[in-house]
T-cell receptor, first 111, second 112 residues
Framework: GQSLEQPSEVTAVEGAIVQINCTYQ??????LSWYQQHDGGAPTFLSY????GLEETGRFSSFLSRSDSYGYLLLQELQMKDSASYFC????????????FGRGTSLIVHP | NAGVTQTPKFQVLKTGQSMTLQCAQD?????MSWYRQDPGMGLRLIHY???????DQGEVPNGYNVSRSTTEDFPLRLLSAAPSQTSVYFC???????????FGPGTRLTVL
């Protein structure tokens, strides 16, 4: 099976940079995804890493180190609207390819 | 495209009642899945399907049934509702070769 660890809560101020870490254990690794979920809403896809390194999409970047079983989501120039929960999800190679989600990190952005 | 749709948005049941949560997608995706989300627990996989006629169990399948007679539809049936099934239920779909799951808006279920 797979397991993921991420912090339960992170706080930051508007305009700052915040990093949300995710460590995982899996018997075979295919890729790591990140999703954002606002209160009362559905998860929406942010990014995906299958190879080591940094993927950048606007203010958001995601990093993966396969050798360390570790990834992070980096949010720059934080805005109040970035207050949400962020989930990492791992897809294991072989089997169903169904992602397993972490418990989520609640990001609170203060003015 | 409507994407992934779910009905109903809200539902209240009494213990022992049965019901079906509907999920449909119009993106011709092979993969569909059902998750439940409880506070502090993230998204837990209930059942999933890799194509029409093929379903399998996820992490928390007890008390739920699914079927996949068409590519578009993936209903979730609660056989005999229990208070422990009070949760928010999300349906998701994606193409087999893609990395992005598309989620429906969710069904908020309360079992009294």
């Amino acid at each position: 099976g797979q397991s993921l660890e991420q912090p339960s809560e992170v706080t930051a101020v508007e305009g700052a940079i915040v990093q949300i870490n995710c460590t995982y254990q899996t018997s075979g690794f295919y890729g790591l995804s990140w999703y954002q979920q606002h209160d009362g809403g559905a998860p929406t896809f942010l990014s995906y890493n299958a190879l080591d390194g940094l993927e950048e999409t606007g203010r958001f970047s995601s990093f993966l180190s396969r050798s360390d079983s570790y990834g992070y989501l980096l949010l720059q120039e934080l805005q109040m609207k970035d207050s949400a929960s962020y989930f990492c999800a791992v897809r294991a190679s072989g089997g169903s390819y169904i992602p397993t989600f972490g418990r989520g990190t609640s990001l609170i952005v203060h003015p | 495209n409507a994407g992934v749709t779910q009905t109903p948005k809200f539902q209240v049941l009494k213990t022992g009642q049965s019901m079906t949560l509907q999920c449909a997608q119009d993106m011709n995706h092979e993969y569909m899945s059902w998750y439940r989300q409880d506070p502090g627990m993230g998204l837990r996989l209930i059942h999933y399907s890799v194509g029409a006629g093929i379903t399998d169990q996820g992490e928390v399948p007890n008390g739920y049934n699914v079927s996949r007679s068409t590519t578009e539809d993936f209903p979730l049936r609660l056989l005999s509702a229990a208070p422990s099934q009070t949760s928010v239920y999300f349906c998701a779909s994606w193409g087999g070769g893609a990395d992005t799951q598309y989620f429906g808006p969710g069904t908020r279920l309360t079992v009294l």
